[in-house]
């Protein structure tokens, strides 16, 4: 079982790669250029895991967790910030904002994905696991 992934990000590259990573282990992918449209499909569809970068257009990733963790609907799907605010501190102020991990852009590429899996539920870590 593959897991379905939001991604919210607004960086061409950087959602080409995590997106490319994602499927090439065998889940899914959604995305959305801004912190409104990733609300909006993080409302319409049914998502495994979010990836949320912090400095995104129109609503920041900080209130994209404010929104998400206040939602009885939404608040128990694992939200990831990748993120490029790597600066002491930085790490705790993600956490206290509400987000269930954090990892520092730029991205390991042969890492990252096992990084999200750890957030996933055990059956779709279990399949992947047969791709590898």
């Keep these: 079982m593959s897991a379905k992934v939001l991604i919210i990000e607004d960086n061409p590259a950087n959602l080409e790669l ?12 959604l995305s959305a ?6 609300l909006e499909a993080a ?3 049914s ?3 979010i990836v949320c970068d912090i400095q995104i257009p129109k609503i ?3 209130e994209v967790a404010k929104r998400l963790k206040s939602d009885p609907m939404l608040r128990k799907i694992p939200l990831v910030a ?3 605010f790597a600066m002491v501190g930085d ?6 904002a509400g987000f269930d991990g954090y990892i520092a852009k730029p991205i390991v590429p042969e890492r990252f994905v096992r990084q999200l899996e750890a957030f996933l ?9 047969e791709i590898r």
């Design 18 to 29: 995590m997106t490319y990573l994602l499927r090439a282990f065998g889940h899914h992918t």
């Design 60 to 62: 920041n990733g900080f």
């Design 82 to 84: 990748v993120t490029a």
């Design 91 to 96: 790490r705790d102020k993600v956490m206290a």
């Design 121 to 129: 539920p055990s059956a779709a870590q279990a399949a992947t696991s």
């Design 47 to 49: 998502v495994d895991l």
């Design 43 to 45: 409302r319409s569809q």
């Design 33 to 38: 250029c801004d912190g409104e449209a990733g």
